[in-house]
């Protein structure tokens, strides 16, 4: 009965099938034929076609290999970490033990608030012997004044804790909504066979939410640069580049130094790196999944 | 489950440490943006002094922060309303496909929203800055829009596969025509879905910054970048930074119990229990 009416349900997809693909897969094929030109915003009409010149700039271009190295850093790292202490959480909240409820309620919000608002609260966070930290560390007696976001090292270290804080709520909740599709009863069986409550996670919860676990890896490496914003507002990238990925170098170069061609470049090359890899998970993970 | 020490000690401890790790920061700038400014460099830090609302003042007072939260809620509404009447028709349509072709699109749809956000900054704001639309509120919404309607679509079609067939067809051979019976039947259905939705777009909209960074100068700036004025180089401002990150929230934590059974969405959708 509803397949006999086809007709208007494709006519009711087209429009927003429609805008999306105006909308995202032109814009796409621009900045990719903007990367092979040689373009300047004054002078549009004087744009030329230059073939990889663009690309090969990447090889000469300190700024842009160590900003390649960051983002490699940035995306690893905290993916990892992410996973880890998503699947800490995730099996502490699952228990929905007396006085953990408000947090199974609320733990969410650093994954939804604006980058932006982030950046500051960690700013405020992290002011050397007036912030957050440093009173945190006066009430267990110590005398914390340390300037986190002055030295590479540490600034590096703190973008990705931050990075962490925006990703854990987000990562334990998909791993808690896996965790909570396990039976209870697998766990009363393993219960009445003796097993500890420690025995049962280690071989119960983890092993099932692996397969997840992959999923969502994938889903955070695409989502772990946008905190775009919170460099912005935390580092501007410094000191000395050492918090610079890839998408804030190309930023810079379109918006700062109005370099626009080679901006396009550096995040087509960005984009189809990390599209790529993504993708090509995604198969590995199925392949695998099918293969069992 | 029989009773187990493992069990407690570490479900209070884990979830103890990310309490702290998690709401310690916000909690910071709530505490912020309530002090006197010669509370800010007492040592050692304290938490709460003699709660002052002089920040909050302020900011409401502060014509450009105050026109910027309202270009916010202007854009964020806009885009819910322009990407629901393109998502709507989209996802109920999708949901009545055959299972093949529904697949395709919604994979077609998951992918288009694939690439980082960054990629297309540079042609809309070429785009924009051709036909004159740089620094106003329309040029956010078609962004945003563009970004939202690929959740949109993936959440309300899951929403409209939860409406009965039958009640469907029903009206249908009462004579309803397939808009009507979107119209009359489905939506109203589906409603508790659609509303999740839109706060979801509503969220997303109010937390882009890359595009109302690079789009807007004076007249349309969202409250998202406009929070940046406040942010001192040097000095003693750390209170209004703080009191404009806390007005900021406020409508996010309002929505967290709401949205914390979809926001997970396409990856779990259909797994999450009850």
Known sequence: MASSRPKVYSA??????????????????????????DFNIAFPEKTRFIRLYNYARFLSDGRFINAALVTFILVVVPVVLQLLCGLALAIALKENLVGTRWMRASFLLPSIIPPAVGGIVWKLFLIPGVGGLSYLASLFGHNFEADLLGSKTSALISVIIVSIWFGV????????????????????????DGASWAQAQWHISIPLVL??????????????????????????GGPAGATEPLNFYAFLTAFTYLDLDYSAAILVAFTTTIVGVCFWSIRQISATRVGR | MRRDLGRHIYGYLVSAAFALFLF?????????SLKQPTEMFQWPPVIVGEPSAQHYTAIIADKDFSSALINSIVVSCSTIILTMALSIPAAFGISHLQKTAMRRLLTLVLALRAAPAMIYIIPYFLFFRQVHLVDTKIALIIVNTMFAVPLAIWYLSAFFDQVPREIE?????DGASTLQTMTLISIPI????????????????????????????????TAAVAILNFMPFEGTDWGKAAAACVLMLVPIVVFVPFVKKYVAGPTTTGSVKG
């Open chain 1, 12 to 37: 009711l997809v087209t429009p927003a099938i429609a805008f999306l693909c105006l909308a995202t897969v032109v814009p796409i094929a621009a900045v990719i034929a903007l990367s092979f030109g």
């Open chain 1, 169 to 192: 709520p987000i990562v334990a909740l998909l791993l808690l909504s896996s965790l909570d599709s396990i039976p209870d009863e697998i766990y009363e069986a393993a219960n009445l």
């Open chain 1, 211 to 236: 397969p997840a676990m992959g999923a969502v890896a994938v889903f955070q490496a695409l989502e772990v640069l946008g905190i775009f914003p919170v460099i912005f507002v935390l580092t501007g």
């Open chain 2, 24 to 32: 310690s920061p916000i909690l910071w700038t709530l505490s912020t």
């Open chain 2, 169 to 173: 067809e029903a009206a249908m051979i």
């Open chain 2, 190 to 221: 589906a409603k508790y879905g659609i509303l999740a939705t839109a706060i979801l777009i509503f969220i997303g909209s109010w937390n882009e910054f890359l595009f109302a960074l690079t789009l807007t100068r004076d007249d349309a700036k």
